[in-house]
């Protein structure tokens, strides 16, 4: 049976809640914290976690593996699919875009990884701070 659709804001704050009551840390990340300071109802939520994606298929087992060796999911939740990914921190880069080898890592050292656009700034779902 699927969950209820929930307005989207609502189901990625449900999904970041489930996220932290399994014991992981969840936060919103780039364009949708954007849009939250700018008071721009955002399309889409990002949740960046230290949660590994063998971890997220054990919350989630329908989540799609859409970059999971850069520890990218599409979460399916509430009527709307969120994409979650793994902090990590990247190893060297061949074609510019695209780094080699990654590495899980914790929420300060993927919000260096970020570019500074507005990519490296999280917002706790929770609280909004």
Do not use: W
Request: aromatic letters at 8%.
């Amino acid at each position: 049976m699927n969950a209820p659709r929930l307005e989207l804001r609502a189901a990625a704050c449900e999904l970041a809640a489930l996220l932290v009551r399994a014991g992981y840390e969840a936060f919103f990340a780039g364009g949708c914290v954007r849009d939250h300071l700018l008071h721009i109802t955002p399309r889409d939520y990002d949740i960046a976690t230290n949660a590994t994606p063998e971890q997220l298929r054990v919350l989630f087992p329908k989540a799609r593996g859409v970059g999971e060796v850069f520890g990218v999911m599409l979460v399916r939740h509430a009527g709307h699919v969120i994409e979650v990914s793994t902090f990590r921190e990247d190893g060297d880069y061949q074609d510019g875009r695209r780094p080699v080898a990654v590495r899980f890592v914790d929420a300060a050292s993927d919000a260096h990884r970020r570019d500074f656009t507005i990519n490296g700034i999280f917002q706790r779902p929770d609280t909004g701070e």
